[in-house]
């Protein structure tokens, strides 16, 4: 297994809060469209085709870590891979995103709704996962999207700005909720541990939109599937990542439903995470923004953020993904400079 080959490096010993030495540093999207190599590959493939070509998919999960130089890859893959063995007829759109044709609009649509079936339906992650673990040097992170951030796609049919729809069949029809999150909570785990069976030493759960949601209906709609989740990874001993956007309010509860590390946006306050999840390993939290920014404004950053968190147990990232307009000079400068510290 992955996991065993590398319980000496910074980024897994940092997961299990016993890390003495150098913070471990990788970035959320690493992979892709930033770099120049990879908007070559985009001219020939989409996205999701290059997810499907397990040597091209290893090459772009490869390229940060020896043009970076970061402590951990991340599998290069999307959230929306399992709907195509979901059933859900969907494209990913330049500069839209996920696209779906075929939405959720009550109980019908989720009795239809089919296994994933990750060694049958999504194949090619596995052998991706299998040529990366046997290669890279450093930790690989699986990941998938959580239930609450995949239904609001598959409801609202793409992006949305308020989450109108998801939240009104929350409220107006929460039977149908319930099942529609059992079953993605179920999918989406039983997915992670099939990444975990095929070489990830790590995972990482996507939930970059419940932030929209208060407290009380995390703790109603959402808490119990994510630790459903969460749950059927416990056979796995490997770090398991929860992030969210706009989650300030809810750091406590994305722990104790069964992460291990809990991952900051940029907006949560270091010391507040420290006062909610005392002695908990935490993963974050630059602003993906200040990426743009001069070097002596990002080293201001970085110094207060270190000066800040528990090196034991820190994790080095931003807090959201690494922006097109992003550098790979700036982005190595950071690493090692991260590093030095």
């Known amino acids: 297994m992955s996991y065993s080959l590398h319980q000496a490096s910074p980024f897994i010993k940092a997961c299990e809060s016993n890390n003495d030495s150098h913070i471990p540093v990788w970035f959320m999207r690493q992979a892709g469209r930033y770099q120049p190599e990879y908007k070559v590959i985009r001219q020939k493939y989409s996205l999701i085709e290059i997810c499907k070509h397990p040597e091209i998919c290893a090459q772009v999960t490869t390229l940060p870590i020896t043009q970076l130089g970061v402590d951990a890859a991340i599998l290069f893959s999307d959230i929306t891979l399992p709907l195509e063995p979901m059933g859900i007829d969907f494209e990913i759109k330049e500069g839209i995103g996920p696209v779906i044709y075929t939405p959720i609009l ?30 890279l040097s450093v930790p690989l992170i699986g990941f998938v999207g959580a239930p609450f951030t995949l239904a609001s796609y598959m409801i609202e049919g793409g992006p949305s700005k308020n989450y109108y729809k998801t939240k009104a069949m929350m409220y107006n029809d929460p039977e149908t909720w319930h099942q529609l999150m059992r079953y993605l909570a179920v999918e989406m785990g039983q997915y992670l541990s099939f990444q975990i069976q095929n070489g990830c030493a790590a995972v990482q759960v996507f939930d970059s939109w419940v932030g929209s949601l208060s407290l009380s209906d995390y703790r109603e709609f959402i808490y119990p599937h994510m630790a459903t989740l969460f749950m059927q990874l416990s056979e796995h001993d490997v770090p398991k990542i929860h992030f969210g956007v706009n989650t300030n309010h809810l750091l406590a509860e994305m722990y104790t439903c069964g992460a291990t590390v809990v991952g900051l946006d940029w907006k949560t306050e270091i010391n507040r995470a420290k006062a909610v999840i005392p002695n908990v390993a935490t993963q974050g939290n630059i602003d993906p923004a200040l990426l743009l920014a001069p070097w002596t404004i990002i080293k201001q950053n970085i110094d207060k953020l270190v000066t800040e968190v528990d090196r034991t147990r820190f994790i080095f990232n931003l807090g959201h993904g690494v922006m097109p307009q992003a550098s790979i000079e700036t982005l190595r400068k950071i690493t090692d400079y991260v590093h030095s510290l």
């Open 106 to 135: 009550g109980k019908a649509e989720v009795d239809k709704l089919k296994p994933v079936n990750a060694p049958e339906g999504l194949p090619y992650v596995g052998e991706t996962i299998r040529m990366l673990s046997e290669s």
